[in-house]
């Protein structure tokens, strides 16, 4: 059974930061490139960030790039968002999610994880 689990979401001030963690279990985790996405109040949800599967691609949407860092870590089938300078409308579910391909598409990913909160407030 393929499970997605997030974690590190919370209550931050704007300015602060947060470091979201994926633990993926269940499917070579080697195998599929990843990515965050997220989906705030009221609000369709979007693509965050993807790596490929080594790592060494990397693409962020325009909103966080310079504030966020995406990471894997193979050998532990961890994913990792670093969210630094976070601002107000941050505030989202977010979501790890696993694709076969790179680049990946939020209509294609395979499994998704049930998401974490993080609220920055103002």
């Known amino acids: 059974q393929v499970q997605l689990v997030e974690s590190g979401g919370g209550l931050v001030q704007a300015g602060g930061s947060l470091r979201l963690s994926c633990v993926v279990s269940?499917?070579?985790?080697?195998?599929?490139?990843m990515g965050w996405f997220r989906q705030a109040p009221g609000k369709e949800r979007e693509f965050v960030a993807a790596?490929?599967?080594?790592?060494?691609?990397?693409d962020y949407v325009d909103s966080v790039k310079g504030r966020f860092t995406i990471s894997r870590d193979n050998a532990q089938n961890m994913l990792y968002l670093q969210m630094n300078s976070l601002k107000p409308e941050d505030t989202a579910v977010y979501y790890c999610?696993?694709?076969?391909?790179?680049?990946?598409?939020?209509?294609?990913?395979?499994?998704w994880g049930k998401g974490t909160l993080v609220t920055v407030s103002s």
């Open positions: 790596t490929s599967r080594s790592g060494l691609s990397v």
């Open positions: 999610a696993a694709d076969r391909d790179y680049p990946i598409s939020e209509g294609g990913m395979d499994y």
């Open positions: 269940g499917l070579a985790f080697s195998r599929y490139a």
